[in-house]
């Protein structure tokens, strides 16, 4: 119920008490009457909004400009309409799928407008290098880019995205921020420092580490020149052979000469081991090819960059020799067979390991390993077996060159020189 009605405001059987007329004042401007249509015409809206929530209308009515008469509702549908649908009507709600639709509008114009403007600038910039490109040549045409005419003007940008224009304005701003980058590093006053320190490490560790790589590449390739006339089948063959004592192993393609005038000593060694193997006589196992007793000859299997001599390597595939492969050693003009028999590892300082009571001619093979080091000494021990062993030479006296207290092995490294180190 609506107070502001005159007729529903007073109670059934209540006489009607007769109003006094209002007071007007005698004269009433323009702008008073002005003001008064303009309440007359809010009041008319707010009436007509309120109506509008009574009857159960959601929809928000549209303003008018002009005053609207308003329409009584009859009592009766007020009396026979539930309250709560009256006052407790929900608003009207944006769905879910409204906001999807305007976040998808809003996301979509962007990326147009941002593509649009890449595109834009890879153009020009493509047409900038082509006019560099056809002045620096002198051929052609130079393309021009667009000039602005003023600060609110615009390129005319392409209408299509293209790929390649898009990879290159990648690629130039990659190589544009790895360019200033090392500018800047470049004139950082660390950088020379820096890059001596670094160079100076690099160097200092191929120094000290040289052998290891060189070692490990040349158990791969051949590391002499073997002349096929050495390969034999039969061991017990009896070849023609010049004088130059040699040591030939067919397996590991080994074909070198053995230097037989020398002493055990470290430096003697080394310096007989730049020729080819050296024969490493100490009392007890100081028998040459022919002779019982054991003949001892040392080889390189790795050694420094900085050493002289053409077999560093010469047994660097010296461990792939297993029991039953043949070894030849050519002496005095002569051939003797040898199958080997053992393979060890010992320490360097193990000379007793070459010392020890037979009745055959035996050879023993000595070099560093593991490759590359000098940190234990291989022996490749191997027996005669052609010509007879029967008919060899009995062991010589006791040498008179001494004995050692190691068996001799590589050169010293970068470190041990320049820190005073001792023999490997």
């Known amino acids: 119920m609506r107070p502001d009605d005159p007729t529903t405001s007073r109670r059934p059987g209540t006489p009607l008490i007769p109003q006094r007329s209002l007071l007007h004042t005698p004269a009433t401007t323009q702008a008073t009457r002005d003001q008064v249509s303009i309440g007359q015409a809010a009041a008319n809206i707010a009436r007509n909004q309120l109506d509008s929530i009574y009857e159960g209308n959601t929809s928000q009515p549209t303003p ?56 834009g600038q890879v153009h020009h910039a493509k047409q900038a290098l082509e006019q560099r490109a056809a002045e620096a040549t002198g051929g052609g045409q130079s393309v021009h880019p667009p000039e602005k005419s003023s600060s609110n003007a615009t390129y005319e940008q392409p209408d299509t995205f293209n790929r390649d224009e898009a990879i290159y304005d990648l690629r130039s701003k990659l190589v544009g921020k790895i360019q200033d980058s090392a500018q800047k590093a470049r004139k950082s006053r660390h950088f020379v420092p820096i890059s001596a320190a670094i160079c100076v490490m690099l160097v200092f560790l191929f120094l000290q580490y040289n052998r290891v790589l060189f070692a490990n590449v040349q158990a791969y390739i ?36 053995v230097e037989y005038n020398t002493t055990p000593g ?93 009745d055959k001619p035996i050879l023993t093979l000595i070099t560093c390993t593991p490759i590359g080091t000098s940190r234990d000494r291989l022996l490749i021990t191997a027996e005669q077996v052609s010509p007879d062993p029967k008919e060899a030479a009995p062991a010589p006296g006791a040498s008179s060159s001494g004995g050692t207290a190691s068996i001799p092995g590589n050169s010293p490294t970068i470190v041990q020189r320049l820190f005073g180190g001792g023999e490997n």
Request: glycine share 6%; charged share 20%; hydrophobic share 30%.
């Open 64 to 119: 008018q400009t002009t005053p609207v008469k308003e329409v009584a509702t009859p009592q009766q549908t007020l009396d026979t309409q539930n309250p709560y649908d009256r006052t407790q009507t929900n608003p009207a709600q944006i769905q879910a799928e409204q906001w999807k639709q305007y976040h998808s509008a809003w996301q979509d114009y962007y990326q147009k407008y941002y593509e649009r403007y890449y595109v």
């Open 266 to 358: 470290y430096d003697a060694q080394m310096k007989a081991m730049e020729n080819g193997v050296a024969y490493f006589g100490i009392p007890g196992a100081n028998s040459k090819p022919g002779q019982i007793g054991n003949t001892v000859l040392s080889g390189h299997s790795s050694n420094d960059i900085i050493d002289g001599g053409n077999y560093k390597f010469i047994f660097a595939r010296l461990d792939q020799l297993a029991n039953g492969d043949t070894i030849y050693v050519n002496y005095e003009s002569k051939r003797y067979s040898y199958t080997v028999t053992k393979k060890e590892v010992v320490r360097p300082t193990e000379v007793s390991k070459l010392v020890y009571p037979t």
């Open 222 to 257: 051949s590391p002499g020149n073997i002349d096929p006339a050495n390969i034999i089948i039969d061991p017990t063959t009896n070849v023609a052979v010049s004088p130059e004592p040699k040591l030939i192993i067919p397996k590991i393609n080994v074909d070198v000469p």
